[in-house]
Structures are given as C-alpha cells and as structure tokens.
T-cell receptor, first 111, second 116 residues
Framework: GESVGLHLPTLSVQEGDNSIINCAYSNSASDYFIWYKQESGKGPQFIIDIRSNMDKRQGQRVTVLLNKTVKHLSLQIAATQPGDSAVYFCAERVPGSTLTFGKGTMLLVSP | DSGVTQTPKHLITATGQRVTLRCSPRSGDLSVYWYQQSLDQGLQFLIQYYNGEERAKGNILERFSAQQFPDLHSELNLSSLELGDSALYFC???????????????FGAGSRLTVL
C-alpha cells in the first residue's frame, strides 16, 4: 500500500490489547478536537470528536480524553484488532479557523 | 465509500505542467476543503469553499488555485508544477461552512500526483 508518512511515531500492540495514542496540541484557544484514522491507500476516516467543554467522550471501542491543562489529547482503543492498524491523526480547531492536523501516529497490531 | 469522489486517483506529469484535480462532495454537503499530504508535512490545509465562495485560505501557493461550481463540485488547479508538488491531494466536504461548533470533515480517497 501507499505510505502516508515516514518516521512517524509508531505504537506496536498485540491483538486484544488496549491501545492509547497520544497527541499534544498547540493552541490553548482550540475548542474542538477530532481523531481520524488513515489506512494505507485511503483517505482519513472520522473516528470521534470532542468539544473543549468536555474531558471525555466514548464511542464504539474508542474513547477520547482531553486534558486542557496540559494541552493533551488521547485516543484509547479497546480490544485492538488487526483492522485497527493505520495512521491516526489528531486535529484541533481554533474558533473561526479550520482544522489543523498533527503529524500522525502509526498503530501496528500483531495477531 | 465516503461519498466524496475524487478524480483522477493517480496522475503522473512533468515539471512545468498544469493539472486539474476534481472533487464531488458528499450529497448535501455545501463546503469543500482541499488538503495536501506529503511525507514530511502531514496534512496541510490549502483552501475551503462554501456554496461557491471561498471561505478560508491556508498555505496555498500562488501557482495553485481552486473553485467551486454551482453544482458544488470543486476543482484544484496546480500549475508550473515542481518536483516538490508531488503529494497526495485530498478533498473533504462538510455540511456547514461555519468554522465553529462540531464540524466533521468527510474525506475522499485522494489524488496522488507525481511530478517527474
């Protein structure tokens, strides 16, 4: 497949483990955050979002945690599956501006 | 299938040439965004259109231009191409052009441009 980036931080986990992908965002004025998953050869796919008035939001097998004090965002994936292998991007948005994406983290899931 | 259609999927051209990338947004979406993804820079925002009008501009080079047509499809024109323009170009769409509140972008599969 096509590579979406070299020298990305990589997280390697075993199938069935829980995965935690971290993201440090840059702007304390950001009020909206979103996680995308990008599989090889495909476009980014929405996973979950969170507004700054929340510190936690849960979806199906995924949880996003927001710590505004230290400008940190994390994505937790429960019971990671081989199909979760992809590059994961966090993005932040300052009101009145568009999404700014981070560099991404590659998640590798071994059977 | 995300509902956002991009053509062509792959394009190989020479330096100095001009190409046009096309995007059809998801049905009902009025906003179109263009992003460039290169190995070193990640996803970089280029430009946004909402219902035919430019709404926001990012790091788009003067050699690049875009427009959104009355049927809401969009085209990104890249001219005087350089080797460094080789990248994946993504189009995304959303229902709103408002840059506040929740605003999920739906991405297409991308157009891979190779400049030789």
């Amino acid at each position: 497949g096509e590579s979406v980036g070299l020298h990305l931080p990589t997280l390697s986990v075993q199938e069935g483990d829980n995965s935690i992908i971290n993201c440090a965002y840059s702007n304390s004025a950001s009020d909206y955050f979103i996680w995308y998953k990008q599989e090889s050869g495909k476009g980014p796919q929405f996973i979950i979002d969170i507004r700054s008035n929340m510190d936690k939001r849960q979806g199906q097998r995924v949880t996003v945690l927001l710590n505004k004090t230290v400008k940190h965002l994390s994505l937790q994936i429960a019971a990671t599956q081989p199909g979760d292998s992809a590059v994961y991007f966090c993005a932040e948005r300052v009101p009145g501006s568009t999404l700014t994406f981070g560099k991404g983290t590659m998640l590798l899931v071994s059977p | 299938d995300s509902g956002v259609t991009q053509t062509p999927k792959h394009l190989i051209t020479a330096t100095g040439q001009r190409v046009t990338l096309r995007c059809s947004p998801r049905s009902g979406d009025l906003s179109v965004y263009w992003y460039q993804q290169s190995l070193d820079q990640g996803l970089q925002f280029l430009i946004q259109y909402y219902n035919g009008e430019e709404r926001a501009k990012g790091n788009i080079l003067e050699r690049f231009s875009a427009q959104q047509f009355p049927d809401l499809h969009s085209e990104l024109n890249l001219s005087s191409l350089e080797l460094g323009d080789s990248a994946l170009y993504f189009c995304a769409s959303s229902s709103t052009g408002v840059l506040s509140g929740a605003n999920v972008l739906t991405f297409g599969a991308g157009s891979r441009l190779t400049v030789l």
